[in-house]
């Protein structure tokens, strides 16, 4: 069965650090995976995803993520955090080949401090 | 703008009372989704439609129900078998074809309270 994890309930760091929020995944096939941030009482937007290609994927507001097959992570970056860029951010991966659902981590929240 | 509107924002629900929250997009999605947000336990799925007139259980269906006669619209009722209703909910959309290269567009959201 496929699976998403992300193993951090929060992430701290301070304003002009450089952020990684982690996840980790399961999946049979090749995977799809994206990265969403939510703000409070907001849906989710996307942020970046990888589904082919180079494993270092750019998004918006300067968020990265590495695809690293051999350790099936998919871990988001950013190389100087804001204090805007505190939010919930969620890991999702397909579920399963040939399938445009997808399932959810369990997200992580990441406060940046001033 | 193509995009999902959920509406109301807030809700609040009597014990014992259904209540249904409207979903509706314009992005020419076929399948629709309703997830259910509560802190500490992310997305969970309650039912979604890939076609008009077709929709499947999720993993917590049990006291909900939804409709989708329109491809524009998938109302989620929240009916009172539902013991624990309080919670944020998302609906959300997505193509059904390229097998998934494109992911899901989001609502904005419906916080439902009971009183």
């Known amino acids: 069965a496929q699976s998403v994890a992300q193993p951090e309930d929060q992430v701290n760091v301070a304003e002009g650090n450089p952020l990684t929020v982690k996840c980790t995944y399961s999946v049979s096939g090749n995977p799809y995976l994206f990265w969403y941030v939510q703000y409070p009482n907001r849906g989710l937007q996307f942020l970046l995803k990888?589904?082919?290609?180079?494993?270092l994927v750019k998004g918006s507001y300067g968020f990265e993520a590495e695809f690293n097959k051999s350790q099936t992570s998919f871990h988001l970056k950013k190389p100087s955090a804001l204090v805007s860029d505190s939010a919930l951010y969620f890991c999702a991966v397909r579920d399963g080949p040939g399938t445009y659902k997808y399932i959810f981590g369990t997200g992580t929240r990441l406060k940046v401090l001033a | 703008d193509g995009g999902i509107t959920q509406s109301p924002k807030y809700l609040f629900r009597k014990e014992g009372q259904n209540v249904t929250l409207s979903c509706e997009q314009n992005l020419n999605h076929d399948a629709m989704y309703w997830y259910r947000q509560d802190p500490g336990q992310g997305l969970r799925l309650i039912y979604y439609?890939?076609?008009?007139?077709?929709?499947q259980k999720g993993d917590i269906a049990e006291g909900y129900s939804v409709s989708r006669e329109k491809k524009e619209s998938f109302p989620l009722t929240v009916t009172s078998a539902q013991k624990n209703p309080t919670a944020f909910y998302l609906c959300?959309?997505?193509?059904?074809?390229?097998?998934?290269?494109?992911?899901?567009?989001f609502g904005s959201g419906t916080r439902l309270t009971v009183v």
């Open positions: 959300a959309s997505s193509t059904t074809g390229t097998q998934g290269n494109y992911g899901y567009t």
């Open positions: 439609s890939q076609i008009v007139n077709d929709f």
């Open positions: 990888y589904i082919t290609g180079d494993n």
